[in-house]
């Protein structure tokens, strides 16, 4: 049986679709994405070794100023509400990095990180302000303040 190119065409459009289909069903179950209220991000001229060495997220003001001293971060220090609002925070040692937060069903904050492969001698980092409403859990683990 010969197949014929717009048969094959149509075949191609529908395997997209479906793909497309999977790839929000996926995007789905790991949760909703949380808009940031503030994002801070920059550079520092040495190497910090990727992630944050606290953890995933900054939940006190002391932390939060502790950091902005030690990274020499330009930008006025921030106060925050901790108690209704989070800090997220990740280095890398390449050109740029971002996080996408995502919250699911069960309260639990998984947070996705996009970095370029390059490597460099210094440190990108991104501090994320998020609502810290309904969220339970950070990469699995209670939240501690």
Same mark, same amino acid.
């Given at each position: ?22 790839? *929000? ?8 994405? #949380?808009? /940031? $209220?503030?994002?801070?991000? !920059? ?45 997220? *925070? ?8 971002? #996080?996408? /937060? $995502?919250?699911?069903?069960? !309260? ?38």
């Amino acid at each position: 049986m010969k197949i014929n190119t717009e048969s094959w065409q149509w075949l191609w459009l529908l395997l997209a679709g479906v793909m497309i289909c999977a790839s *929000v069903s996926l995007a789905q179950a790991e949760g909703r994405e #949380i808009k /940031p $209220l503030k994002e801070w991000r !920059g550079r520092i001229d040495r190497f910090i070794p990727y992630g944050n060495p606290g953890g995933d997220y900054i939940a006190s003001q002391a932390e939060l100023d502790k950091f902005w001293t030690a990274w020499q971060i330009p930008e006025k220090k921030p106060v925050v509400d901790f108690k209704t609002q989070l800090v997220l *925070v990740r280095t890398c040692n390449c050109s740029l990095i971002s #996080i996408a /937060p $995502l919250l699911n069903e069960q !309260g639990d904050l998984k947070v996705q990180v996009t970095i370029t492969k390059d490597l460099r001698k210094d440190t990108a980092y991104v501090m994320v302000l998020i609502p810290r409403q309904g969220i339970r859990t950070v990469e699995g683990k209670p939240i501690s303040d």
